[in-house]
């Protein structure tokens, strides 16, 4: 299994990115896919989910500002980032679960400039 990242950079304020993760090795179609972010210092969170179906789940700090969408045909997942806060620098992982087990990609890292 490989869930591949990428997309992260320096952000300026305010500014806008697009994360991408790319699977392979596992039925893409049957996965809860998930991005999750870690901090320096701190744990790793949840940033979004989307379910096979399409069905979403925000983090309420990044609700209205983050997107999160999917390609089951691609095999790709993907994070829209809109007005990105200095405080949201932080390692971005790309999540693959179903019932029994879960996957983790290498990260990509994404720094707000202040």
């Known amino acids: 299994v490989q869930l591949v990242e990428s997309g992260g950079g320096l952000v300026q304020p305010g500014g806008s990115l697009r994360l991408s993760c790319a699977a392979s090795g596992i039925i893409f179609s049957v996965y809860v896919m998930g991005w999750y972010r870690q901090a320096p210092g701190k744990q790793r969170e949840l940033v979004a989910t989307?379910?096979?179906?399409?069905?979403?789940n925000y983090a309420a700090s990044v609700e209205g500002r983050f997107t999160i969408s999917r390609d089951n045909t691609e095999n790709t997942v993907s994070l829209r980032v809109n007005s990105l806060k200095p405080e949201e620098t932080a390692v971005y992982y790309c999540?693959?679960?179903?019932?029994?087990?879960?996957?983790w990609g290498q990260g990509t890292q994404v720094a707000g400039s202040s």
């Open positions: 999540n693959a679960r179903d019932s029994n087990t879960g996957y």
């Open positions: 989307i379910t096979s179906g399409g069905f979403t």
